[in-house]
């Protein structure tokens, strides 16, 4: 509903208010006075007024095309005005008291259509009273005739009064009007420009706190929300009941033992919350103030959790190299003396007894020098590793040459331990170091079937996900807890009672080096996954 029709409305509302109130004045005057024929020609006024006001409900419901017409409001106006002129005729004509009603008119007129419409009525009430005046002047028509008062035909002189009083008053209240319309329409226009750009800054920052990647809360000051934007309901929890405490839910999430209100004070307070899922949290509180006083809280949210996966995966590169620039000393001082016992261990015993005592201690020095001398080779290949040999190769063939060899493995080649493998169909190719790529499948394939105590499975597949080539190994072994995840690709971290701990620090090394990435995945009782993704598409660096 525009403008215009909202006014039409309007003003046939405000006409049938007016019409019952004359009614209702007639109808007390009458039971006050008791004078019948004194207020019946009002009665025909008024009926006539609901009439014509029922005409143009019925063309606003019948003719919709209208009901916005700038016509239809001037024919209400005009109709109104020659009711006004019909009523100051009955009740004295240039006497009348309710000749007010026109100034009434064109002020409605000037309100509902600005500055054409007050004077557009200014002229009609002219015309009408104008006409009015010589009626009665020129004794054409008397309202004694009609109705029961005293009357006396108006002077030349009080008629020529009466005539430029109206008409300079209707061109007064129609110029009056004019320019309060035209300011209030330049008001309207301010008004809605500031509307619309209060909308759009409005608009602006819902999208702004929609769109921020922190999370944003706002409470009154028991720590009832009254706003929170997506990411924090995200971060707090999806299904958050309606009407919820951010004191509450923090003292669940923080596992706080004190109300969270005892703890705020005048400065900001910092949580560090590590939530389920290994995901970690930290949250802002401060107050939301008005001025000097505080009206609630404002909570920031913001999800660390990979921001705490960078900072584990720098501190254990930290430690890696730490170890490494002790590998070159660890190497020097074990290898050549490591050396000369296992050489001499050997030659000792081939001149012992075979069978006796010193022959089985020197064949056990011969086997723990042979056992410390692969580890040191272990950790001498992880700390200095063979330069890359890159070259393009087809995933598949590297992943089946080392699963033929892992088949071979007395518990796989008995049964104990059965082997799944899922490969594409069709060729899955990447730079890669070939001889590296075996070694880490290798390396996981071992630590898959020490994870078996009994009987399980391991499963190899190779997939594609967007720019990497992926080979995952999983078990249905032991698995392992989600505090020893990030720990296990540490050096010496030993999770069998064989070997050094070294595996899966080499294939975390393989992978950097290779720009891809080491993720595992485990769940205690149930197994373990590690996928190794390969870039399918190296960069220039």
């Known amino acids: 509903m525009d403008r215009l029709e909202k006014q039409a409305v309007r003003l046939m509302v405000f006409r049938m208010v007016i019409a019952l109130t004359f009614f209702l004045s007639a109808l007390g005057i009458q039971t006050t006075v008791g004078a019948v024929l004194t207020v019946q020609p009002f009665y025909y006024l008024i009926a006539l007024v609901l009439a014509v006001n029922l005409a143009y409900t019925m063309v606003y419901w019948r003719l919709p095309t209208v009901r916005g017409l700038p016509a239809f409001l001037y024919v209400q106006l005009w109709g109104d005005a020659a009711a006004v002129t019909f009523l100051s005729f009955l009740t004295g004509g240039l006497n009348s008291i309710f000749t007010f009603l026109y100034h009434i008119l064109i002020v409605v007129a000037g309100v509902l259509l600005r500055r054409r419409g007050a004077f557009t009525l200014a002229?009609?009430?002219a015309l009408l009273y104008g006409t009015l005046c010589l009626v009665q002047f020129y004794g054409w028509l008397t309202p004694d005739r009609f109705v029961a008062i005293p009357y006396d035909p108006p002077s030349h002189g009080a008629t020529l009064y009466g005539l430029m009083t109206h008409l300079l008053g209707f061109l007064l209240v129609a110029a009056l009007i004019s320019a309060m319309a035209s300011r209030l329409e330049s008001t309207d226009a301010?008004?809605?420009m500031v509307q619309k750009d209060l909308y759009l800054l409005r608009h602006l920052n819902d999208q702004i706190v929609s769109s921020i990647a922190g999370g944003l809360v706002t409470t009154a000051g028991g720590g009832e929300?009254?706003?929170a934007n997506p990411t924090a309901r995200r971060l707090l929890g999806e299904t958050l009941p309606e009407g919820w405490n951010l004191f509450r839910r923090l003292e669940h999430l923080a596992q706080l033992e004190a109300p969270l209100e005892r703890q705020l004070g005048a400065e900001p307070r910092e949580f560090h919350l590590d939530l389920p899922e290994d995901r970690h949290l930290h949250v802002t509180l401060s107050g939301l103030l008005d001025g000097e006083r505080r009206v609630g809280y404002l909570a920031l949210l913001r999800d660390e959790t990979e921001m705490a996966r960078l900072r584990s995966h720098l501190a254990l590169r930290e430690r890696l190299a730490a170890i490494g620039e002790m590998a070159a000393n660890i190497a020097h001082e074990i290898?050549?003396?490591?050396?000369?016992?296992?050489?001499a261990a050997q030659m000792l015993r081939r001149s012992s007894e075979p069978g006796s005592r010193e022959n089985e201690l020197l064949g056990i020095i011969q086997n723990e020098s042979g056992r410390l001398s692969q580890t040191l080779d272990n950790f001498l290949r992880y700390v200095k590793p063979a330069p890359l040999k890159l070259r393009r190769v087809d995933l598949r063939d590297v992943a089946q040459e080392v699963l033929t060899l892992f088949a071979g493995d007395?518990?796989?080649g008995d049964g104990?331990?059965?082997l799944e493998r899922n490969f594409p169909s069709a060729p899955l190719e990447a730079e890669v170091d070939p001889d590296q790529?075996?070694?880490?499948?290798?390396?996981?394939?071992?630590n898959a079937r020490k994870a078996i105590p009994g009987r399980g499975t391991v499963r190899v597949s190779l997939s594609v996900r967007g720019p990497y080539a992926i080979l995952q190994v999983g078990d249905t072994g032991v698995?392992?807890?989600?505090?020893?995840?990030?720990?296990?690709?540490?050096p010496f971290r030993r999770g069998f009672s064989s070997g050094a701990g070294l595996g899966l620090s080499v294939v975390y090394r393989i992978m950097e080096r290779h720009g891809g990435r080491v993720e595992l995945d485990s769940e205690f009782g149930h197994g373990t996954t590690c996928s190794l993704y390969f870039p399918l598409e190296r960069g220039d660096g």
């Open 225 to 227: 929300v009254t706003f």
């Open 437 to 446: 790529v075996r070694q880490a499948a290798w390396n996981l394939l071992q």
């Open 123 to 125: 002229a009609a009430s």
């Open 410 to 412: 007395p518990a796989v």
């Open 416 to 418: 104990l331990v059965a």
């Open 190 to 192: 301010t008004l809605g």
């Open 335 to 343: 290898k050549n003396p490591l050396g000369s016992i296992s050489g």
């Open 479 to 490: 698995g392992m807890p989600k505090s020893e995840i990030q720990k296990c690709f540490e």
